[in-house]
């Protein structure tokens, strides 16, 4: 079973840069369509971004110019950088991986069935 670890996080002032590590074990990564979410305080969880293992990628509005993902298939991790961070990026950030065809579009990708999700990592912006 594939299975996920996050890792990464930390507390931040705002304009500051973060680097989210989603370490998979039992297969390969390249097979895999990444998405991450996150969730703050009393709100819903929302999803932030997306990557396929062709490279396809899609980010939600809030996020779009500041973070990207990208992957080391050699040691079968993820990434998402983070950059100029806000205090509305505040929450607990989780990887998630769907090995389904209709996944690697990265349409919508907040609504997919996935297969494995990490444990979540703890990201604080703040002045």
């Known amino acids: 079973q594939l299975q996920l670890v996050n890792s990464g996080g930390g507390s931040v002032h705002p304009g500051e840069s973060l680097v989210l590590s989603c370490a998979a074990s039992?297969?390969?990564?390249?097979?895999?369509?990444i998405i991450w979410f996150r969730q703050a305080p009393g709100k819903e969880r929302e999803g932030v971004s997306c990557r396929s293992g062709g490279g396809i990628t899609d980010y939600v509005d809030s996020v779009k110019d500041r973070f990207t993902m990208f992957r080391d298939n050699a040691k079968n991790i993820a990434y998402l950088r983070m950059s100029n961070l806000q205090p509305d990026d505040t929450g607990i950030y989780y990887c998630?991986?769907?090995?389904?065809?209709?996944?690697?579009?990265?349409?919508?990708?907040?609504?997919?069935?996935?297969?494995?999700w990490g444990q979540g990592t703890q990201v604080t912006v703040s002045p």
């Open positions: 039992g297969y390969s990564l390249a097979d895999y369509t």
């Open positions: 998630a991986a769907d090995g389904a065809e209709y996944a690697r579009a990265c349409i919508n990708f907040a609504h997919y069935e996935y297969d494995a």
